[in-house]
């Protein structure tokens, strides 16, 4: 399973865009990528997933360049409550298992 | 609620005493994890189930642990002689077919505290 690296924290402010990026440089032909996001005391919560180019749904946007090796959560006008956890993985739909890195911990501010 | 449901919420218990959790995945999700969770960690994964075969288990996962889904669906995973390193969220998933591994339903947790 190809691993990947994130940012340990972010900080930003109430209205601001996020965007949090993820490097997967051993990224296989046939993996996906997919963010989770996880509140405090709470499972994780499944937020998008792309394969490539970009993925936009009502809670955040996916870009993935041409190479696949990397890829940006975006987040629209943040709120305080999108303080949370954020997870990138990669993997492949008949593999076993999800694995998960330490995440990055996005703080929004007033 | 038709999502993961795991209980209890909160466990606490006696180092050496033995613990269940129960799962109950989202109905006809044929994929079934669990995985171990610590303060400020991400998600450790200790088992999976497609349907009731218990398809790979982690080497995170000692003998004292042991893990069950008869009939392929709900699912229970068993602490035996509890260790205050035993203490953490267990946490459930499941995923459909069409899902895949990458697209799952994670329960709110169960809390381990061992004294």
């Known amino acids: 399973l190809a691993k990947t690296t994130q940012p340990i924290s972010m900080d930003s402010y109430e209205g601001q865009e996020v965007n949090i990026t993820c490097s997967h440089n051993?990224?296989?032909?046939?993996?996906?990528i997919t963010w989770y996001q996880q509140f405090p005391s709470q499972g994780p919560r499944f937020i998008i997933q792309?394969?490539?180019t970009k993925v936009t749904n009502e809670v955040a946007s996916l870009f993935i360049p041409a190479d696949r090796k990397s890829s940006t959560l975006s987040l629209p006008r943040v709120s305080l409550s999108d303080t949370a956890v954020y997870y990138c993985?990669?993997?492949?739909?008949?593999?076993?298992?999800?694995?998960f890195g330490s995440g990055t911990r996005l703080s929004i501010r007033p | 609620d038709t999502g993961v449901s795991q209980d209890p919420r909160h466990k606490i218990t006696k180092r050496g005493q033995n613990v269940t959790f129960r799962c109950d995945p989202i109905?006809?999700?044929?994929?079934l994890y669990w995985y171990r969770q610590t303060l400020g960690q991400g998600p450790e994964f200790l088992t999976y189930?497609?349907?009731?075969?218990?398809?790979?288990k982690s080497r995170l996962l000692s003998d004292r642990f042991s893990a069950e889904r008869p009939k392929g669906s709900f699912s229970t995973l068993e602490i035996q002689r509890t260790e205050q390193g035993d203490s953490a969220m267990y946490l459930c998933?499941?995923?459909?077919?069409?899902?895949?591994?990458?697209?799952?339903?994670f329960g709110q947790g169960t809390r381990l505290t061992v004294v």
């Open positions: 998933a499941s995923s459909s077919p069409a899902g895949g591994n990458t697209e799952a339903f």
């Open positions: 051993n990224i296989a032909t046939n993996d996906y």
């Open positions: 792309g394969y490539k």
């Open positions: 993985l990669v993997g492949y739909s008949s593999a076993s298992k999800i694995i």
């Open positions: 109905s006809e999700h044929n994929r």
């Open positions: 189930f497609q349907n009731e075969a218990q398809l790979e």
